[in-house]
């Protein structure tokens, strides 16, 4: 039936049977014979033929439309098991969240390089926006970030952990014993971020829209700068109850962050483009799961 569905979809392309015939170097009659033996297959008429001329039903608009990403996984399939039975070496471009911490990323990366001594693995890090741009434009095979958008099909979204937003204060704010800061208690002291000007402004949207933050924004460049900050009372930094790990907490405090009470999750995926799929990049996914659990 694959074969039948390349001469269906060269058809329809070409709008015509002697063109598409030409296009996959077969005869006008036998691709017709190889349309019809398809739709006996199906059972439905794809096409409706008058004369010499024919036009598209609803069905084979349907089946032209979809066929087409099924052929399309299938050739990715016959790529990737070629390439696993290849003597050649092979490159896995894998990038993690800086601000994370290295710990599960590290041991996956490990573990895939004992079971897969053939493959050179290239790594990158950086922040969200950072990841997502080497992503898109298949500078990385496959990252480990938070999640700042909202989930697409274009991308498989495998979701590896979740960690409760927390805000580092200095030690002499908020006077005794508190179990929770709400966003609003904020408003007038300063909100560290640690970024470049280049995402200064997705990262603010991102601590307004989602966070609720509304204080004025500081920029530093990393986590010692910023506890600095933090410890002489110029501001606050928000993390979360795994990247407070980062914090020397004789120095600063951490405190559960809410939003009018709502509690504030940040989640975790290992994130790759679906039509990029292959064995080597779902066995990394599969190991970095696992040292999650």
Request: charged share 25%; net charge negative.
């Amino acid at each position: 039936m694959f074969q039948q569905m390349k001469y269906f979809i060269a058809v329809v392309e070409n709008h015509s049977f002697t063109k598409a015939a030409e296009d996959c170097n077969i005869s006008q009659s036998a691709i017709s014979q190889q349309i019809k033996e398809l739709e006996n297959s199906l059972g439905v008429t794809l096409l409706n033929r008058t004369g010499r001329s024919f036009k598209v039903t609803e069905a084979g608009q349907y089946f032209y439309t979809h066929c087409q990403d099924v052929l399309e996984s299938v050739n990715q399939l016959v790529q990737n098991t070629i390439k696993i039975t290849k003597d050649d070496e092979v490159e896995l471009k894998v990038g993690y969240l800086r601000s994370f911490g290295t710990t599960e990323f590290l041991q996956t990366v490990s573990q895939f390089s004992q079971e897969y001594p053939k493959v050179k693995i290239k790594i990158s890090s950086g922040n969200h926006e950072q990841l997502y741009e080497l992503l898109r434009t298949e500078q990385a095979d496959l990252i480990f970030s938070d999640q700042r958008r909202a989930l697409s099909n274009e991308y498989a979204n495998e979701f590896l952990t979740d960690s409760q937003f927390m805000v580092a204060v200095s030690k002499t704010s908020f006077a005794g014993d508190i179990d929770q800061i709400n966003a609003a208690q904020l408003v007038d002291v300063p909100c560290i971020l640690i970024t470049d000007s280049d995402h200064q402004a997705t990262e603010e949207t991102y601590y307004r829209e989602i966070l609720g933050i509304k204080s004025e924004f500081r920029l530093v460049e990393n986590y010692d700068e910023a506890q600095m900050l933090v410890a002489s009372n110029q501001g606050y930094l928000i993390v979360n109850s795994r990247t407070k790990g980062q914090l020397d907490a004789q120095i600063v405090k951490t405190v559960k962050l809410v939003n009018d009470s709502r509690e504030l999750i940040q989640k975790y995926y290992a994130y790759w483009k679906t039509d990029n799929s292959g064995f080597y990049i779902e066995s990394f996914a599969d190991l970095l799961k696992q040292n999650f659990v």
